[in-house]
């Protein structure tokens, strides 16, 4: 199973945009990125899923190089209730495989 | 409404005891599974199920057991074997191929 690395924490404020970057290198051909979103004491929300180039939602957007490599979670203008830890997963579902949650990375919104 | 229903939120066990925390989902999905979270950690897979009547370890399936019966239904037991239970357990689900999980709200279970 692809390995990810993500920061562990990232500090914004509201309004700003926020890119959380997710490290991918042995990301297979069939690999899906998925991202969730977790606030404390519950479980974890889909956000959003791509293969490759861009996906936009209207929560977040998804931007994955051509190498696939790697893959940015941008959320526009956060607000405080954004304040959780997002979660980069890799992974061939389709192929039974079980996906692994890593640390995520604890994004707090100031105001 | 369709989800993914979680019981009891919070839980306490006493030493040597086994417990079952119950997972029930209305969403039709074949594919359910268990996590475990410590404080600030990340998930960890305990047991999941792709199909009724059938069930596959994961990461840390000692001192756990599950049962799937029936579609809806995946409940985890904490055996006694279990030596450090106390944590937040997540059980989720999915449609299967490249669909995202629908995760329940939860069970905090602490050992007093």
């Known amino acids: 199973l692809a390995k990810t690395t993500q920061p562990i924490s990232m500090d914004s404020y509201e309004g700003q945009e926020v890119n959380i970057t997710c490290s991918h290198n042995?990301?297979?051909?069939?690999?899906?990125i998925t991202w969730y979103q977790q606030f404390p004491s519950q479980g974890p929300r889909f956000i959003i899923q791509?293969?490759?180039t861009k996906v936009t939602n209207e929560v977040a957007s998804l931007f994955i190089p051509a190498d696939r490599k790697s893959s940015t979670l941008s959320l526009p203008r956060v607000s405080l209730s954004d304040t959780a830890v997002y979660y980069c997963?890799?992974?061939?579902?389709?192929?039974?495989?079980?996906?692994?949650f890593g640390g995520g990375t604890r994004v707090l919104v100031k105001p | 409404d369709g989800g993914i229903t979680q019981s009891p939120k919070y839980l306490f066990r006493k030493e040597g005891q086994n417990v079952t925390l119950s997972c029930e989902q209305n969403?039709?999905?074949?594919?359910m599974y268990w996590y475990r979270q410590d404080p600030g950690q990340g998930l960890r897979l305990i047991y999941y199920?792709?199909?009724?009547?059938?069930?596959q370890k994961g990461d840390i399936a000692e001192g756990y057991s599950v049962s799937r019966e029936k579609k809806e239904s995946f409940p985890l037991t904490v055996t006694s074997a279990q030596k450090n239970p106390t944590a937040f357990y997540l059980c989720?689900?999915?449609?299967?191929?490249?669909?995202?999980?629908?995760f329940g709200s939860g069970t905090r279970l602490t050992v007093v």
């Open positions: 997963l890799v992974g061939d579902k389709a192929a039974g495989n079980k996906l692994t």
């Open positions: 042995n990301i297979a051909t069939n690999d899906y």
């Open positions: 791509g293969y490759k």
């Open positions: 969403l039709n999905h074949d594919a």
């Open positions: 199920s792709q199909i009724v009547n059938d069930f």
């Open positions: 989720a689900s999915d449609l299967g191929g490249y669909y995202g999980y629908t």
